[in-house]
Structure formats: C-alpha cells, structure tokens
C-alpha cells in the first residue's frame, strides 16, 4: 500500500510540474489571429495618368487574418493577409469634386506578405524559476515582409482638372516592424494585440491555438 502511495504521489508531482512548464508558445503551437486594426502601408502609384508620381502611407482601416507556425520553442513563422481601406478625403475644386493627395483617394487593399516572431517572453519564463504566467501570456518581437494591391474605385478630378474615369491602382510594400502579446483565457481561445509600423499600426482580435503544447 505504501509503495502504491508512493508511486501515486511521484506521479501528481511530475504531472504539477509538467503543466508549471506549460507555455503559450513551444515547439508545437499552430495559431490563427483574426482582428481589427489600422495601417501605414507604402502604396506605389502606377498609371501615367497619375500626377502623384512619389510613395505615400495613408493610414488605412484593415480586417486582418494572420497565421503563425513553430519552428523553434521561442521563434514562429507565418503569413499574414486581410482587406482594407478609407473612404478618402475630397476638397471643393473649379472643375467640381477632387480627391486630393492631401485628404487620400478612395481605397480597398488586399495586403499579403510574411512574419516571424521572437517569443521572449518564453525564454524569460524557462530562465527565471518563479510563476510568471508563461501558460497564458506570450510577449513577442517580429517584422513582417509583403506586398498587395490597393485599388481606387471610380471616376476622379486629377491635378489639372481633368476627370479621369474608371479605377486605378498602387502597388502596396511594408517592411514592419511589430510587439505583441496574447493572452489564452481558454487553453486554445484567447485575445491579441499589437503595434508596430506598416502592416500593424495597431490592432487587437482574438487568437485561435491548435498547437498540443508538448515541450
């Protein structure tokens, strides 16, 4: 009975402390973030008609959808992707309405590109002994990489005056930079949110994890 005891509480001691390891982020999480936020993409003008001929970065409204894969205990990569837009700024002109670079045309993108993401918050977690939340909390540092399409719908009053009619389109390009944090209130649902430049201005949404959480 004694040794049967033993072995019981060796068992209840190894299963507490495997779970006190339990991370938010290890070698086997999968995660899809779904959220709301803005942007300052690059947007590069194409067409001659254009008389804008530099890069701008409005800050437009995005519906962001992103995926993040293990492939390492503190470092994920992934894809990001989503739609976007403003509804543009228009001033009085001689000819009628004008959409001004000073106020932003119409807009809709589809952005798309990649990420990776340090989870130092991990490390910190496995380095320092006392409980620090490591099974629900992940804090992360990463750049994203991608390119797009942001289409300007419909007919508009160039520089001179001159209406121009049917759509028109930019190249869009971030480089960003990006912090973030997660918090799991359920061991696979949790919220998000991050900020940065670029792609992720700021934005917050919820966090879907398939990962197992094995070590």
Do not use: C
Not at 42 to 48: A, N, V
Not at 81 to 92: D, N, P, Q, S
Not at 133 to 139: G, M, N, P, V
């Amino acid at each position: 009975m004694k040794r049967l005891l033993t072995v019981f509480a060796f068992a209840a001691i190894t299963f507490t402390s495997l779970q006190s390891k339990a991370q938010a982020f290890d070698r086997s999480t999968k995660i899809i973030n779904l959220g709301l936020g803005a942007a300052d993409m690059f947007h590069i003008p194409l067409g001659y008609y254009h008389y804008y001929t530099g890069f701008y970065s409005p800050i437009t409204g995005q519906l962001n959808v992103s995926g993040e894969f293990a492939v390492h205990k503190y470092v994920g990569v992934g894809f990001t992707t989503g739609i976007g837009g403003r509804a543009g700024g228009i001033r009085g002109g001689l000819y009628g309405p004008v959409y001004s670079y000073s106020g932003y045309y119409p807009e809709f993108n589809i952005p798309i590109g990649v990420l990776a993401n340090f989870h130092f918050y991990q490390l910190i977690a496995d380095k320092n002994k006392k409980n620090i939340h490591a099974d629900k909390l992940d804090i992360y540092a990463g750049l994203s990489l991608g390119s797009g399409i942001a289409i300007h719908p419909g007919g508009y009053y160039d520089g001179g005056g001159v209406y121009r009619t049917g759509a028109f389109n930019d190249v869009l390009f971030f480089f960003s930079p990006q912090v973030g944090a997660r918090y799991y209130f359920k061991p696979n649902i949790g919220v998000y949110g991050e900020i940065g430049w670029g792609r992720s201005l700021i934005q917050a949404g919820i966090t879907f994890k398939m990962g197992a959480g094995k070590k």
